[in-house]
């Protein structure tokens, strides 16, 4: 989309951006008036997932026994829940895609096969040391024109099973983040708790952008007992810059056939949306008012996309028994009257939204584990815009709802950035193990025409992620290297419209670098010469390492 604005000091760490890859099918706009496992991967949950009761359409939806969870669609996992069923455990992240022809037709061939991807290496143990402590002792070690580790959070919380951390969302000074019961506002400064606020029960969903009043409604389950269904149906609006609870309310289930138990939010202006299982509800955020539920006719959304655009992922019956046709829906969020709709080639289902505005879809045909992908790039109006072909340079995006098996938002994706400007796309590659670690490259494709334009390599056993174009250069977040490079540590890249050779902007030190390791596959925000990194998933193989573990790590002057 156009870029939004920061949130009070950081970039939106995955707020959709525009433009990319192609789809299969032409755009069926409809008349005024009237939404992965993304990138072919599931969770590595400590459980198995038992057989899934079936949903409307023929979908399956998997129901894990007595732990948080919300946020995957009936679309999204069926590939996930043949997987898992028949013993199937991948690690990591892979993408195939298939490019068709502007015709629509179902003739889409994968240019790329999914391949399992080794488990990330070099990742030091926790070290036993309070946070203050080992910043200091990082710091000391810096060099000159390296940033500083501001502050260092540790987790501190026995959770059963590791939990799965929502956010963060900056408002303010604050940045705060739910985990398991409570939501907590931290100090961007130095990392002091300024407020906490416990749940009567474990967060099970949320949106993946604040209101830019600083407000957010979550989702918690309003039965935990060991025997009961849990349903993400109670709702709680909660002030981030002050951690004061707003409104609450419970979703009335008597409307609906399904369970409410995965659930995918999103925010646009003063509004928050609910999908999931074929439901949909809209909410005003600033006093919990109903503004309107399912959507007209027999259609069910699976999912909402939020920002500047509201965006959908809707289902539909198709003529074939058992079989539906997906389309994606620009939604008035007010209202919930349908603007304009595309239909998506039949066989195909989205995954994810890196963009609203203008719309890029992510959009699988088949299971998670051997099926194929395709992108789609939209014109504002729901037109077809263009297809741009990879090649062999199969993108891989970071999901962070994929490791912490809830808050799988449509809209939750990063390493993919669009310059409206001048009509780039910046995306980063699907990783591949050097030594002890990785290293990838970073595509930009002609948005107007899908043609590639150049390919920048990332340094040895280190990887790009873009982030956001702010002044013309799309800013990265660079990984640190494997234990064996010294000297060099992570920071945030600049990258201009013509390529060449990435640039620093804010380094990370290189006395961090085992620190920072330790964060796998991080949330990442960036602003105002600061960094910030957050790990969407705690647990330890111990309690003591549990408690150990870091969670949040600030880096600048």
Not at 413 to 429: E, I, P, Q, R, S
């Amino acid at each position: 989309m156009s870029q939004p604005p920061p949130q009070q000091g950081f970039g939106a760490p995955y707020e959709p951006q525009p433009g990319m890859y192609g789809d299969p099918g032409q755009p069926q706009p409809g008349p005024y008036g009237q939404q992965c496992g993304p990138y072919g991967q599931p969770p590595q949950p400590p459980y198995g997932y038992p057989q899934p009761p079936t949903a409307p359409y023929g979908r399956h939806q998997p129901q894990p026994p007595n732990r948080p969870s919300g946020g995957r669609s009936r679309g999204r996992l069926v590939g996930l829940v043949a997987a898992v069923l028949a013993g199937v455990l991948v690690i990591g992240a892979g993408v195939w895609f298939a490019v068709g022809g502007d015709d629509g037709s179902d003739g889409e061939k994968p240019l790329a096969k999914e391949t399992a991807e080794p488990e990330r290496p070099g990742a030091e143990p926790h070290r036993k040391k309070t946070p203050a402590a080992e910043a200091a002792e990082i710091n000391k070690g810096r060099e000159e024109g390296e940033a500083k580790v501001r502050w260092i959070q540790k987790n501190g919380v026995d959770v059963p099973l590791g939990a799965s951390a929502l956010g963060p969302w900056t408002t303010g000074g604050i940045v705060a983040k739910a985990m398991y019961r409570t939501v907590s506002g931290y100090s961007l400064e130095d990392g002091s708790q300024e407020w906490s606020l416990p749940l009567p029960a474990d967060v099970c969903a949320a949106p993946t952008q604040p209101t830019a009043e600083g407000k957010i409604v979550i989702g918690l389950l309003t039965d935990t007992s060991a025997d009961a269904d849990e349903n993400c149906d109670k709702l709680q609006m909660i002030d981030l810059a002050t951690g004061e609870a707003g409104w609450t309310m419970t979703i009335d289930r008597a409307v609906h056939s399904d369970l409410h138990r995965y659930v995918i939010m999103a925010i646009s202006g003063d509004v928050v949306t609910i999908g999931g299982l074929g439901r949909a509800e809209a909410y005003r955020v600033s006093d919990g008012k109903h503004l309107w539920g399912k959507l007209p006719g027999p259609c069910e959304a699976e999912g909402f996309a939020g920002g500047s655009v509201m965006l959908a992922s809707v289902d539909c019956p198709a003529q074939s028994k058992g079989e539906v046709d997906t389309e994606v829906r620009r939604i008035d969020p007010v209202t919930g009257r349908t603007l304009w709709t595309y239909k998506v080639t039949k066989g195909w289902n989205v995954d994810a939204f890196h963009s609203v505005a203008p719309p890029v879809i992510f959009l699988r045909k088949g299971p998670l584990f051997g099926g194929t992908s395709a992108f789609a790039v939209l014109n504002d109006d729901g037109t077809f815009r263009s297809r741009p072909v990879p090649g062999g340079d199969a993108p891989e995006g970071l999901c962070p709802g994929r490791d912490r098996q809830l808050g799988w938002n449509l809209d939750i994706c990063m390493g993919v950035a669009v310059d409206t400007d001048t009509g780039t796309l910046y995306v980063a590659t699907k990783r591949r193990p050097v030594g002890r670690s990785f290293t990838n490259d970073v595509v930009a494709f002609d948005m107007s025409t899908g043609k590639k334009k150049w390919k920048v390599p990332s340094p040895a056993t280190q990887t790009l992620m873009p982030l956001r174009v702010e002044g013309g250069k799309v800013l990265m977040y660079l990984s640190p290297p494997d234990p064996k490079t010294k000297g060099v540590g992570g920071g945030i890249m600049a990258l201009g419209p013509q390529g060449g050779t990435p640039r620093p902007v804010l380094r990370h030190p290189a006395s961090a670098a085992a620190t920072e390791r330790t964060f796998e596959k991080p949330i990442v925000l960036h602003g105002d010469g600061r960094s910030l990194l957050m790990l969407p998933f705690v647990s330890g193989d111990t309690d003591e390492e549990e408690l150990e573990m870091r969670t949040m790590v600030a880096f600048g002057d």
